[in-house]
């Protein structure tokens, strides 16, 4: 039986689903008795109430007036260090490629290369990041420095291979869910806000950015509504929102559509609906998919980077090439008129994110990454 490890941990702490995952991975770490210490800029937002063995280290950023950009990559590099020292730190765990293995390459430095470093990719710091040549370089030493990579996904895997000609193994560690929260909720009440009982519930969470194709999301939701009667409910908030909302409004369907803005307790959001839909341009894994398999909710959405490892096509939902709106809608009214049919995709939904995707499986595979970098297997 290996010791308990003192682990610390850096992700953005309020944005999308690495601070999600980054987070969740901690509180359940701390659960299995390891020292968790949250190195970021301010608390993580899923972090809650107080957890035993969490401890949370902010990052303060000199503003100094010569300065045009406040250096918040150096203070964090350097507060990753202290931390380490003062703590006596075994791992650093990066979540997001830019800056946060940079900057714990710049700390494992300082320690004189005791500490041990784990980075991992979650999508966009390679699908979109590392093909901007003012910073694939510099990615590239984030990702050849560390002791050891995961990445949350097969085709983000390749595709890191692919794009920064990476040849170091890659560890495939898939995004998971607590079961203990994310499972079907009562929501009749709820439910009843905002549809009525002969109507179903189409759902869509997001950060509203280009990558989403939200507007995709407006046509499938415009094909469906003309055969069942629907209502569409938007979670989150971007970039995209207020041109979805004159798209919404050019089309008469206000009305049928809500917008709940951002939301904490997605397992209870997502259990009112019937479908969720991510038919995004570029997705490496999507969270929010799995978070609705694990409330019983199938996805119709696209077949972009990771979603097929995911979402089984025929399963658990249904997927098509991306933009292919008119093949998603009508796979959409497929399910939701036929109730047995809906009843099994629920069935495997569950019994695939309790199994292929729940937070024991993939905290243990953490784990052993964690003891094979320190030499302890
Ligand atoms: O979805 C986003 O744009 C946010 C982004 C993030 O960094 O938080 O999400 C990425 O990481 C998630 C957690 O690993 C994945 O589930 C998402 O698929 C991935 N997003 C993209 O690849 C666009």
Known sequence: MNRPLKIGITCYPSLGGSGVVATELGKILAEKGHEIHFITNSIPFRLGKFHRNIFYHEVEVSDYYVFRYPPYDLSLASKMHQVAQLQGLDILHVHYAVPHAICAYLAKQMSGNRLKVVTTLHGT????????ETLKDIIRLGIRESDAVTAVSNDLIKETRELLDISEPIDLTYNFVDKRIYYPRECTDLRCDFAEPHEKVLMHISNFRPVKRTMDVVDIFAKVNEQVPVKLLLVGEGPDLPKLQNKIANMGLTHRVHFLGKQDDVAQVVSIADLMLLPSEKESFGLVALEAMACGVPTIGSQAGGIPELVQ???????????????MAAYAVELLKDQKKYAAFREACLKRARTEFCDAVISKKYEEIYYRV????
């Open 374 to 377: 320190l030499g302890m297997p």
């Open 125 to 132: 710091d390679i699908t979109v990041l590392a093909q901007d």
């Open 313 to 327: 096509h025929g399963v658990t939902g249904y997927l098509a090439p991306i933009g292919a709106t008119d093949e």
